[in-house]
């Protein structure tokens, strides 16, 4: 007989943690090592500890669902976000209900424990049973070395360079003051700043102007994608490009850019070859007055400005709760207004509709139903840097 139960890990289960992830990941994939692919939650010097939630048979961890908890700065405003990773169940355990049991305690910590907004990257579907719908915006841009050769043969990159950061390590403070200049970040504190931007086996990189740092970038491991750039002077954007081609020998890179940078995408719109629209990750909100408040005024700021207008959206199945209840979503002499009270709906969704439309870029929901500012209000531009990811 199968003894079966399920709790939350402490930090005595970590080795078995460990052994359980990089069999079942390697056993479907490719392998896997976790210590050194997310150092910041697995490594032996780790800074971070998600919480994990345990499917064990006969003592043995069968199941897993990590959640890695972080705050992420919206402008003023701190909303406290859950990434969840490390899913697994060993292939001679499918079929149990392990996911699904692990995936509702994960679920319950974060309404328990006053989590904003869930995040995850994975199958959609699979991940739709359990609240999480595809959202956020991200762009990546094509830049050749074609695109350099005629467009940016009179811009001058003398005095750059690209210093590991390990070799640059007397640099990080005045780096990640350059990361907290955005209008979004506040996810990484500076002791944690190397570690965290190395995840995913990412290299990441001091960008030297005449050896003062004035940027960094996070390269994948054959340097042809930068998932994250920030710049002191995005003035510097084309130089530092031009010489990030000629100093890895690149003859293309393509460069992911969040939605709350747009003079970032401005000037590569200007210069790329092409760009993708895609997904960020799938979310899950939970306190949505909270997450909408927050990114509708980042929306506000990207903009400039917002029409002065209201939505209300009647939303099914808050908290397994089926009676809609309306969310009142307005603009106001300025003033960002998102609220529940007592207003007839202007439509009436389902959490994964509702989420659907107010964070993807490509929305299933018809907005015909919806008022004119609807438009200029959604999507919201949530996003997930890859550092920051789990």
Same mark, same amino acid.
């Given at each position: 007989?199968?003894?079966?139960?399920?709790?939350?890990?402490?930090?005595?289960?970590?080795?078995?943690?460990?052994?359980?992830?990089?069999?079942?990941?390697?056993?479907?994939?490719?392998?896997?090592? %976790?210590?050194?692919?997310?150092?910041?939650?697995?490594? !032996?010097?780790?800074?971070?500890?998600? !919480?994990? =939630?345990?499917?064990?048979?006969?003592?043995?961890?069968?199941?897993?669902?990590?959640?890695?908890?972080?705050?992420?700065?919206?402008?003023?405003?701190?909303?406290?976000?859950?990434?969840?990773?490390? #899913?697994?169940?060993?292939?001679?355990?499918?079929?149990? *209900?392990?996911?699904?049991?692990?995936?509702?305690?994960?679920?319950?910590?974060?309404?328990?424990? *006053?989590?904003?907004?869930?995040?995850?990257?994975? @199958?959609?579907?699979? /991940?739709?049973?359990?609240?999480?719908?595809?959202?956020?915006?991200?762009? +990546?841009?094509?830049?050749?070395?074609?695109?350099?050769?005629?467009?940016?043969?009179? #811009?001058?990159?003398?005095?750059?360079?690209?210093?590991?950061?390990?070799?640059?390590?007397?640099?990080?403070?005045?780096?990640?003051?350059?990361?907290? @200049?955005?209008?979004?970040? *506040?996810?990484?504190?500076?002791?944690?700043?190397?570690?965290?931007?190395?995840?995913?086996?990412?290299?990441?990189?001091?960008?030297?102007?005449?050896?003062?740092?004035?940027?960094?970038?996070?390269? +994948?491991?054959?340097?042809?994608?930068?998932?994250?750039?920030?710049?002191?002077?995005?003035?510097?954007?084309?130089? #530092?490009?031009?010489?990030?081609?000629?100093?890895?020998?690149?003859? +293309?890179?393509?460069?992911?850019?969040?939605?709350?940078?747009?003079?970032?995408?401005?000037?590569?719109?200007?210069?790329?070859?092409?760009?993708?629209?895609?997904?960020?990750?799938?979310?899950?909100?939970?306190? /949505?007055?909270?997450? #909408?408040?927050?990114?509708?005024?980042?929306?506000?700021?990207?903009? *400039?400005?917002?029409?002065?207008?209201?939505?209300?959206?009647?939303?099914?199945?808050?908290?397994?709760?089926?009676?809609?209840?309306?969310?009142?979503?307005?603009?106001?002499?300025?003033?960002?207004?998102?609220?529940?009270?007592?207003?007839?709906?202007?439509?009436?969704?389902?959490?994964?509709?509702? @989420? +659907?439309?107010?964070?993807?870029? %490509?929305?299933?929901?018809?907005?015909?139903?919806?008022?004119?500012?609807?438009?200029?209000? =959604?999507?919201?531009?949530?996003?997930?840097?890859?550092?920051?990811? =789990?």
């Amino acid at each position: 007989m199968t003894d079966v139960k399920y709790s939350m890990a402490t930090s005595a289960d970590y080795d078995e943690i460990i052994e359980h992830a990089n069999f079942v990941f390697s056993y479907a994939h490719c392998p896997h090592e %976790f210590k050194t692919l997310i150092p910041k939650a697995y490594g !032996e010097a780790r800074t971070m500890w998600p !919480e994990h =939630f345990i499917a064990r048979e006969n003592g043995r961890i069968r199941g897993l669902v990590g959640l890695l908890p972080f705050e992420q700065r919206v402008l003023d405003e701190r909303l406290k976000v859950g990434f969840i990773g490390t #899913v697994s169940v060993h292939p001679y355990s499918r079929g149990m *209900g392990h996911m699904k049991k692990c995936m509702a305690m994960s679920t319950e910590y974060a309404h328990t424990h *006053g989590i904003d907004i869930m995040a995850l990257g994975g @199958q959609r579907q699979r /991940y739709e049973y359990y609240g999480y719908e595809s959202g956020g915006q991200s762009r +990546s841009y094509q830049l050749t070395a074609t695109n350099c050769r005629h467009a940016l043969k009179d #811009v001058d990159t003398t005095g750059l360079s690209f210093v590991p950061f390990e070799q640059a390590r007397e640099h990080i403070a005045a780096l990640h003051a350059i990361y907290e @200049q955005s209008p979004v970040a *506040g996810a990484r504190p500076v002791e944690l700043f190397e570690q965290i931007c190395g995840t995913w086996r990412k290299q990441p990189y001091a960008i030297m102007l005449n050896d003062c740092p004035t940027g960094y970038a996070i390269a +994948s491991s054959d340097h042809r994608s930068i998932s994250e750039l920030r710049l002191a002077d995005v003035s510097l954007l084309q130089a #530092v490009l031009k010489a990030y081609l000629k100093r890895f020998e690149l003859d +293309s890179v393509s460069i992911d850019v969040p939605p709350y940078l747009p003079d970032y995408a401005r000037a590569l719109s200007r210069l790329c070859e092409g760009c993708t629209l895609e997904h960020n990750e799938m979310f899950m909100i939970c306190n /949505y007055e909270r997450v #909408v408040s927050a990114y509708l005024k980042l929306k506000q700021r990207i903009e *400039g400005a917002l029409p002065e207008g209201r939505v209300v959206l009647g939303i099914t199945g808050i908290n397994g709760d089926q009676a809609p209840r309306s969310l009142e979503i307005a603009v106001q002499s300025g003033e960002v207004i998102c609220r529940f009270g007592d207003l007839k709906p202007d439509i009436v969704l389902d959490t994964l509709a509702a @989420q +659907s439309l107010l964070l993807s870029p %490509f929305t299933f929901v018809d907005m015909t139903a919806l008022p004119l500012c609807a438009r200029a209000y =959604f999507p919201l531009p949530a996003y997930i840097e890859s550092a920051d990811g =789990f």
